[in-house]
């Protein structure tokens, strides 16, 4: 059974860091692009950061870009998030994801496994 399991969200300070780390079993993702995207209440999911496979190459939302950064080590078949300068609008649930193979990183519909999630509250 395929399984990604977030941890690392709590709740900050605006101008905080947090790290958000994935755990991926039931198989390796080594050949997936992986992801974050975030929900925030009553709006819909939305890319955050992504890496290739192998991680020459990262994406990441405009409103990231600068704070966020996007790592993996494909040994031990996990993905984190390091969040600096949170901000109140990062106040969203986290979700790590894994893509189908050649599909565009920025797109939710591109990813075949997703995690239960992970809260991340900025307090102001």
């Known amino acids: 059974q395929v399984q990604l399991v977030e941890s690392g969200g709590g709740l900050v300070q605006a101008g905080g860091s947090l790290r958000l780390s994935c755990a991926a079993s039931?198989?390796?993702?080594?050949?997936?692009?992986m992801g974050w995207f975030r929900q925030a209440p009553g709006k819909e999911r939305e890319f955050v950061a992504a890496?290739?496979?192998?991680?020459?190459?990262?994406y990441y939302a405009d409103a990231v870009k600068g704070r966020f950064t996007i790592s993996r080590d494909n040994l031990k078949n996990t993905v984190s998030l390091q969040m600096n300068s949170l901000k109140v609008e990062d106040t969203a649930v986290y979700y790590c994801?894994?893509?189908?193979?050649?599909?565009?990183?920025?797109?939710?519909?591109?990813?075949?496994?997703w995690g239960q999630g992970t809260q991340v509250t900025v307090s102001s």
């Open positions: 039931g198989r390796t993702f080594n050949s997936n692009a």
């Open positions: 890496m290739s496979p192998i991680g020459i190459t990262t």
């Open positions: 994801a894994a893509a189908r193979p050649s599909t565009p990183p920025m797109i939710a519909p591109g990813y075949a496994y």
